[in-house]
């Protein structure tokens, strides 16, 4: 007989039937059961990273523009710009983020004493509420710690910490609508006066 090569007789194939009386369309099965649950697992992870890498995104960015603030504050010093100074530094650290997401910025000397607070509001000529621009005098409202009243002289400098809150919101939704993220850097003012 044709295909005998064992001495014994080949058994012809039922229709859809494999080796071993599988049937063939089981495989197809088995790859679909597969994807589905490769789909079922994979999803929560690529969206977790996602999601996480998102927020990242916007602590990086935060801790960027305190540290940017914070620097141009101490440049500034006790020159009466130097509170708008720092958050036109938030803005430009900000470039292509969503500056509408600061909750507030503050200003303040962290061995105590008053508390310069900021809210970003783009629709106004200021854009910063309560205006601290002394370049518009019809808008401007002298901060609690003004900046003529830092101490800048050389052996008594004022210390003085950028806080910037910021809300970010959750894409997916999956770990609730909003998270608030907060970061501070603390500069020492550089002296404008020196003692004799």
Same mark, same amino acid.
């Given at each position: 007989? !044709? ?11 039922? %229709? ?6 599988? =049937? ?11 994807? #589905? ?9 690529? *969206?977790?990273? =996602? ?10 960015? *935060? &801790?960027?523009? &305190? $540290?940017?603030?914070?620097?141009? /504050? ?6 009466? #710009? ?5 958050? $036109?530094? *938030?803005?430009? +650290?900000?470039?292509?983020? @969503?500056? @509408?997401?600061?909750?507030? #910025?503050? *200003? ?10 900021? &809210?970003?509001? !783009? ?10 621009? %002394?370049? /518009?005098?019809? =808008?401007?409202?002298?901060? !609690?710690?003004?900046?003529?009243? $830092? ?5 008594? =400098? ?10 970010? @919101? ?11 993220? &907060? $970061? +501070? #850097? ?11």
């Amino acid at each position: 007989m !044709p295909g005998n090569t064992s001495g014994g007789y080949m058994s012809e194939r039922q %229709p859809g039937a494999c080796r071993g009386g599988v =049937l063939c369309r089981d495989h197809g099965a088995t790859l679909v059961e597969s994807a #589905v649950v490769f789909a079922l697992i994979a999803l929560p992870i690529l *969206i977790g990273i =996602l999601e996480f890498g998102l927020v990242f995104k916007d602590w990086i960015t *935060i &801790s960027h523009a &305190s $540290r940017e603030s914070a620097s141009a /504050l101490a440049a500034a010093a006790d020159d009466p #710009v130097a509170d708008i100074s720092a958050l $036109r530094a *938030i803005e430009q +650290s900000f470039a292509g983020a @969503n500056l @509408n997401a600061i909750g507030e #910025v503050r *200003i303040f000397n962290p061995d105590g004493g008053p508390v310069n607070t900021y &809210s970003y509001t !783009p629709a106004s000529a200021c854009t910063w509420s309560p205006c601290p621009d %002394p370049d /518009l005098p019809g =808008l401007y409202i002298q901060p !609690p710690w003004a900046p003529v009243d $830092r101490d800048v002289e050389v052996g008594n =400098l004022d210390r003085a910490t950028v806080e910037i809150d910021f809300t970010h @919101n959750w894409v997916t939704g999956f770990f609730g609508s909003t998270i608030d993220l &907060s $970061r +501070s #850097v603390t500069n020492q003012l550089e002296p404008q006066m020196f003692s004799s």
